[in-house]
Structure formats: structure tokens, C-alpha cells
């Protein structure tokens, strides 16, 4: 009997955990505190909804189908910004559009890797990177963080087989939000490079980062095209997560073999997200500063909250961007804990069983809390509650 490539991968996370709310009751003066999912449900500024009206209303191509590779506006602005940041010469046709982050990451694997083959990936690991490698037929290869969640560029190397095609970091890291040093991404950059393997660095929430400047100088070397893989994702930065907006840099060599993908997957990104992203870039770097003071408020919210239940023995992992990482003190498993704060508490989070194999011991053991909708007061809140949890 055939086995379709989806059976091949676990069901979608967030929609388990939005299962669980399924018959729970939730009193005014105890409502639900939803940190299972790290995307903003708050609309775009009012200026780039009105921007977006325009489009639709005046620019007729917006509805029709456009590049694959998208907006050539569009992929000289990420070339012109991204070069300004790195410190680097990056070429309008070395940027592709796609349709998500999470979209670049399958063109991306598409078109570097084929059945059998083998990815690197650090654990806890971003379970849409793990889903699609798994339906793509690829074996992931699972890199065990320190108690730190950085990976270890000495602890890469001997997972490197004649298969390896490529080794995926997520920095600031989705689940645990820590922050890769420099010098972490460029020991793995040289690594990949000396064994002719692709690094695959998807910065989702670089416009998180607490630090100033390029986090990594990648970018500076002649030859990165060749090696570097990099994500990026509108849907956080400007709140265009409905929208469907993101970015793949590399070689043009490459972007050629992932517009076969994109071709067939979705022909073209949307277009009025496109319009969106472009103004975005051009406009609203002010409004985005402000973001990112507040999501680094909330970040420091968690750290001055943690007295309230690091006594009872949780300690933090991992914070940054939009993300917290918690080791829990119960002997109860991570996702029947999560299941019972809902129940108990008005707490949806996710578990580590969702975020590592199976066997490893840290998955019963963790928790990821997303905090990109809840302020400083309801981060306080949620660890009042937390701190009264006793199983």
C-alpha cells in the first residue's frame, strides 16, 4: 500500500494545540492566555492598510499573476537594505520572493536536496523546517543544543555524511529565542563551506535582535552566494502574516532551481502583500524601531517576572526575540502539562514534544512561551499564574 509523503510527518502543532480549547470554559476574571503561536494578531499600521486599499483600488497588475521570483521594486529594496546592513554587495537577482518564510525554506530544500539525503538540524528545532524535511523524504538529522540551546560547531562536524546537503540554523532562534553569536554562525558558515554544503540561516526575527548592528558577517565573504542560504519574513517585521510574504537570498544559480518549485507551488507571491512589504521597507523604519523596543520590553518582562516560579524550580532556557524556553520541575510529561494549563490555568502553550524527537529527555521536559501578544502587565499575569501550577 502507498504511503503519501504527509504521512511521513506529525499533524501541524499549532492546530493540535488549538484542539485543546475544544469544551473549556474560560471565566471573565480568569480569561485565556494564548502564548502558543509567535505571530502578531494585531492589524498592520493604519497607514499600510490604507496603502495596501490604494493598491487594490488603482493598480490594476496587483490582481494578476506576476514574476515567480517576484517584484523586481521589491527584490531591489531587500538587495539595497540587506546590503546596507551586512556590510556587503548583495544583487537584485540574488533575492527571490516567496510566498512566507516558511515557503523559502521548502524552495530552498527543494532545490539543493532530494530523497534520501540528510539536513542538519539543532534541537529544539522549528517544527515547519522539520515537517518539511520529513515529506521532502529527507532524513533531519538531529543536533543537540547545550543547556544554552547553542549549538556546537565541534558537535556539527561528525554528523557530516556523504548524504549532508546542508545544516538550517534559526537565529534569533525559533522555539528557544537565543541569539547565535557571530562567531556560532560563522563556524558553521566555514564548516558547511570546507565540506561543500549549503548553510540554510533563516532570520525571521532579525528585526528583533537586541544587539546593534549585523549579527554575523557572513555576507563578507566574496564567495557567499555559494554557501549561505538566507530566510527572511515579512509577516513579523510588518505585521503581514495573512498576506503571505518572504525572502530567499542566494545564488542566482540557485533561485533559478527554486522558481521551478515556486512555479508550480503558488506561481507567484501575493501581490498585494508584495506592495505591502515594499512600502513597509520604504516607510516604516521608525514605526519598526518602536516595534522592537516593545517586543525587547516584553523580553525583559520575562526576566524580571522569572522570581515568581524559578523558586519552584523552573528555569529559563532561552529568551529573545519573540520567545521564551522553560525547563518545567513536575514529573509530568511537556505535552500532557501543556494540556492541563488550559484546563487548569487559561495557559496555551507548546510543548517541547513538539520541537524535538521523540526520545530526546529535554522534550518532556520543556516548554516554549510565545509572548508576541501579550504586554509586560499580561506577562505578569500569566506568572502569577504559573507560579501557583503544582502537579
Known sequence: MTVSRTNATFAPPVMEARRWLEGVVFSDDKPLINVSQAAPVAPPPEPLRRHIADTALNVAQAHLYGPVLGLPELRAEVSSQWSAAYGAEIAPDQVAITSGCNQAFSAALAAIASEGDEVIIPTPWYFNHKMWIDMQGVTAVPLKTGADLLPDVAQAAP??????????????NNPGGVEYPASLVRGMYDLAKAHGLRLIVDETYRDFDSRDGAPHDLFSDPDW??????????????????????????STPLLAEAEKFLDTVAICPNQLGQHAALWGMQNLSDWLSEEREEILDRRAAITDNLPKIDKNGWKLRGVGAYFAYFEHPFDLASDELAQRLVRDHAILTLP?????????????????????????????????????VAY
Open 159 to 172: 554528523l557530516i555524511t556523504p548524504r549532508t546537503r546542508a545544516i538550517v540554523l534559526v537565529t534569533p
Open 225 to 250: 552566494a555559494n554557501t549561505l542560504i538566507h530566510l527572511y519574513s515579512f509577516s513579523k517585521a510588518y505585521r503581514l502574516t495573512g498576506h503571505r510574504v518572504g525572502a530567499m537570498v542566494s
Open 352 to 388: 517541547g514534544t513538539m520541537f524535538m524527537p521523540e526520545e530526546d529527555p529535554d522534550a518532556a521536559r520543556t516548554l516554549r512561551i510565545a509572548f508576541a501578544n501579550v504586554d509586560r502587565d499580561e506577562i505578569g499575569v500569566l506568572f502569577d499564574r504559573l507560579a501557583t
